[in-house]
Structure formats: C-alpha cells, structure tokens
Nanobody, 113 residues
Framework: QVQLVESGGGLVQAGGSLRLSCVAS????????MAWYRRTPGKERDFVAL???????KYADSVKGRFTISRDNAKNTVSLQMNSLKPEDTGVYYC???????WGQGTQVTVSS
C-alpha cells in the first residue's frame, strides 16, 4: 500500500503562483515515476506532469513553461511549482504513483481572474 497526501492548494489571482507538494509513504516501489493530474470543472481528470526517479520530466502542453515538477527522493516528496496561473488552471490537483491505483485525496487550486 502507498499513501499519498497533497498540500499547498489555495486561492490565487491570475498571474500568481502556488507550490503543491505530495508526500508518499508506505511500501513505495523503486524506481518509480510520480505524476500530477487535475480535474477541472466539467472535465475528466487530465494529466499535468510527471517525473521519473532519474529526474526526467514530461508536461501537458497547456502547462509547459509555467509549471515545474520536481522531487526529493530522500523525502519521498514530489512538488509542482505553478507560475503564471490562469483561471483555466482551476481544479483539484492529484498526485499519483504512475501506473498504479494509488492516488492522493487532491488539493483544490482556484485561480481568480
């Protein structure tokens, strides 16, 4: 079992920044890939970014150049730095162990115009 706990969401004005964090605990497979997804109003949960154990990253086109995913393997933590936020970034952000059924509970991000 793997537990994932997200934090760092909140309300921010358009153009602002937020940093999300996800702490993993339990029996964590290694190596692993961690990812962020988001559920925006009226949509399914969509991919945002992922990072491998070696630090390789991939981003959704909609967030490239604005979001940065990073990880601290020693602390079992993955973070998502979100800059230049837009109202369309509003949603619930989830972290997941890529390829598994383990998901966090989500953290709400609201970007006001």
């Amino acid at each position: 079992q793997v537990q994932l706990v997200e934090s760092g969401g909140g309300l921010v004005q358009a153009g602002g920044s937020l940093r999300l964090s996800c702490v993993a605990s339990g029996t964590i497979p290694r190596p692993n890939t961690m990812a962020w997804y988001r559920r925006t109003p009226g949509k399914e949960r969509d991919f945002v970014a992922l990072i491998t154990s070696g630090g390789s990253t991939k981003y959704a086109d909609s967030v490239k150049g604005r979001f940065t995913i990073s990880r601290d393997n020693a602390k079992n933590t993955v973070s998502l730095q979100m800059n230049s936020l837009k109202p369309e970034d509003t949603g619930v952000y989830y972290c997941t162990l890529w390829g598994s059924s383990f998901w966090g509970q989500g953290t709400q991000v609201t970007v006001s115009s």
